[in-house]
């Protein structure tokens, strides 16, 4: 009898759920879709984007919940005019994962870069239990350019 290999050695990285779920996430983004980006997350899911304090979250605790969740996109995501996701690298451990890289933010008129590591955690239902960005205010703003 041959002894299954565990979880963790040959991950399926097209189907993992926080891989999958962040996928979509992305796409939801992209296309301006807030009511399913909103969905994506379970019920006590949350945002912290980027972690800390910020500009969009002065005490730095982030979003919980779907109507947080919400109010984080009006803030943040609903005042851009496009957003790209520039990732170098994919980090996959359990039903979490970390891409390295940069999202590229264009609003009025400009661009900013923001360089970091974003992770994304599913529940074994396919839904968002945390997306947690980690990118420095102060060097994104550094990087605003004229479109």
Wanted: with cysteine.
């Amino acid at each position: 009898m041959t002894k299954a290999e565990p979880a963790y050695l040959n991950i399926d990285r097209a189907n993992n759920p926080a891989v999958v779920a962040g996928r979509l996430s992305r796409e939801y983004v992209g296309s301006r879709n807030k009511a399913a980006w909103v969905n994506l997350f379970a019920e006590d899911g949350i945002v912290q984007d980027p972690v800390g304090p910020s500009m969009f979250d002065e005490e730095g605790i982030g979003f919980t919940g779907h109507d947080r969740i919400s109010d984080f996109w009006d803030l943040s995501i609903g005042t851009t005019e496009q957003i790209e996701f520039a990732f170098d690298e994919e980090i996959i451990c359990g039903n979490e994962v970390a891409y390295i890289g940069k999202i590229v933010t264009h609003i009025h008129g400009h661009i900013s870069e923001a360089r970091g590591v974003f992770t994304y955690r599913a529940n074994d239902d396919g839904k968002l239990v945390a997306l947690r960005a980690f990118w420095e205010v102060e060097k994104t703003i550094n990087s605003v350019r004229k479109a």
